[in-house]
């Protein structure tokens, strides 16, 4: 424990942002680090609890109070080498994780929670910046080769936990670069893509190939890998966005989030736009959906200088006190505003979408919308909505964009050509215990097993289904489960 008394000491405090009117101005992150003795101080609040419940809230099983305690004694090559025993890719969770550890964290039962993630995106950036940071893939190699089909934070977990077993790992990507999602649905202003192009040149240097342009059961037969590589990992995305077939949804101006984001980003990589412009400049957006991806929606609108923009939740508002039904130390359903409500945004809560509006020329105008009630169970679950009496208004939009998430995608010809199983949903059957497929070879993490998930979900997926088909591959493994005792176990 660094500081016996730090969390008495000391206030939870989190970097300086830019001013909104600042960083609406452009796509670049706008939270800064801490000063030194501000990250001395944050790190000294944590107070190596007996059991740290920390460890649990994070699917990563990131060893956390030790990483804090290493920051506090300025020992950071200690703190990098702890960290990245359980998380390849801090520099994303450090972004973008929603950090599940600080819900978890014993300090916010009775205060605010440790600033974890600040703490662990300062870690990875002092490690690179120190160069403690270097290709971990062993001179010897195993000689068995593995496909990984998609480059998201799931394959490219497994990919880097493959390489540093000795395998031989090619990464096939459908789009021009990796990354997946982190590069086209993340925003720029939340994930500058240097940071991935960083990490790629590393795996690179781990004599990771990545073949891009190559989507698998097109470009490529599904055979083709099953004949070449030992072994085949599929890690593509949820990427199916949920659709809301309303009257007027044939109308122009209507689209899905992905399409409005992937774009944005493509254009700030100077990466040509594929479609139509979808852009928000100087028109009344709409965005139908409370999550993390409608956010994202607002934010891109902001920077594109919308007239006005909106987010629909169906939901009521959440209350501001953690309530009964996510109890310590479960990620609680609470009100949050995110740094893009902060740049302007009207929220609306328990509202409901009845009709797509259009104009003389076939574009969208407005929405119908009427108010809703919801009545809840003592866990929170909806039971039934209400209809609030004559509350059935028009709200004026010219870009509606569909956020409402994502179900898993078919991939129609990757599936069918490989015959692995899938359930109900569209997703690839395959236990925790193995994540091994209906076909022996091929395993799978990720989305395409669990469905939409967490940037740390889908690491810690790759990192797991990367141990077992080590085991596959060689009849054992020396990579770490998140469940071994011990840090280097």
């Not at 205060?111 to 910046?129: G, L, P, Q, Y």
């Not at 982190?182 to 990771?208: A, H, Q, S, T």
């Not at 966005?241 to 700030?268: C, F, K, S, T």
Request: with cysteine.
């Amino acid at each position: 424990m660094g500081n016996i008394t730090g969390f008495k000491q000391f206030e939870r405090a989190l970097p300086a942002k830019e001013a909104p009117q600042v960083r609406t101005t452009n796509y670049q992150e706008f939270i800064g680090l801490y000063p030194p003795e501000a990250l001395h101080q944050q790190a000294a609040r944590c107070m190596n609890c007996g059991i740290p419940f920390c460890h649990s809230g994070c699917p990563l099983g990131n060893i956390i109070p030790e990483f804090n305690e290493a920051v506090y004694r300025q020992d950071w090559e200690d703190a990098y080498q702890i960290l990245t025993t359980t998380n390849n890719f801090p520099e994303f969770t450090g972004r973008i994780c929603p950090a599940p550890c600080e819900s978890a964290c014993v300090l916010s039962i009775h205060s605010t929670a440790v600033a974890i993630e600040e703490i662990e995106k300062h870690i990875i950036e002092i490690a690179f910046e120190k160069g403690y940071v270097h290709p971990t893939a062993p001179v010897l190699k195993t000689g068995k080769t593995v496909a990984v089909v998609g480059s998201g934070p799931a394959g490219l977990a497994v990919a880097a936990q493959l390489a540093k077993a000795g395998h031989t790992v090619t990464v096939f990507e459908r789009d021009e670069q990796p990354g997946g999602l982190l590069r086209y649905g993340v925003p720029d202003f939340k994930l500058e893509k240097w940071v991935i192009d960083r990490r790629i040149e590393l795996m690179e240097k781990d004599g990771i190939v990545f073949r891009c342009n190559t989507e698998i059961g097109r470009d490529l037969p599904a055979a083709e890998l099953q004949r070449t590589f030992d072994a085949v990992v599929l890690a593509g995305g949820a990427i199916a966005p949920r659709d809301l077939p309303l009257p007027g949804r044939e109308l122009a101006g209507i689209h899905y989030a992905m399409d409005y984001l992937g774009q944005q980003n493509r254009r700030v990589s100077n990466i040509p736009v594929q479609g139509p412009d979808i852009l928000a400049t100087d028109k009344h957006v709409v965005v139908i959906g409370s999550g993390d991806t409608g956010s994202d929606c607002v934010g891109t609108a902001n920077r594109q200088q919308a007239t006005a923009v909106a987010q629909f939740a169906l939901m009521n508002q959440p209350s501001n006190e953690r309530p009964a039904h996510t109890p310590w130390p479960h990620y609680p359903t609470v009100f949050r505003t995110s740094s893009s409500h902060e740049e302007g945004c009207q929220r609306y809560w328990g509202i409901h979408t009845k009709a797509f509006l259009g104009d003389e020329h076939g574009h969208v105008r407005a929405l119908q919308v009427s108010d809703v009630t919801w009545e809840t169970d003592a866990m929170g679950r909806r039971l039934k909505s209400e209809e609030v009496p004559n509350s059935t208004r028009e709200i004026p939009c010219e870009l509606v964009l569909l956020a409402m998430g994502f179900q898993a995608n078919p991939y129609e010809g990757l599936l069918a050509q490989l015959g692995v199983a899938v359930d109900a949903n569209g997703l690839v059957q395959a236990p925790e215990t193995t994540y091994q497929t209906s076909v022996p070879s091929v395993f799978v993490a990720g989305d395409m097993r669990r469905g939409q998930s967490l940037v740390v979900w889908a690491i810690s997926e790759g990192r797991e289904a990367a141990r077992q088909i080590d085991v596959f591959l060689t009849g054992q493994t020396a990579l770490p489960s998140k469940n071994a005792v011990g840090m280097f176990a």
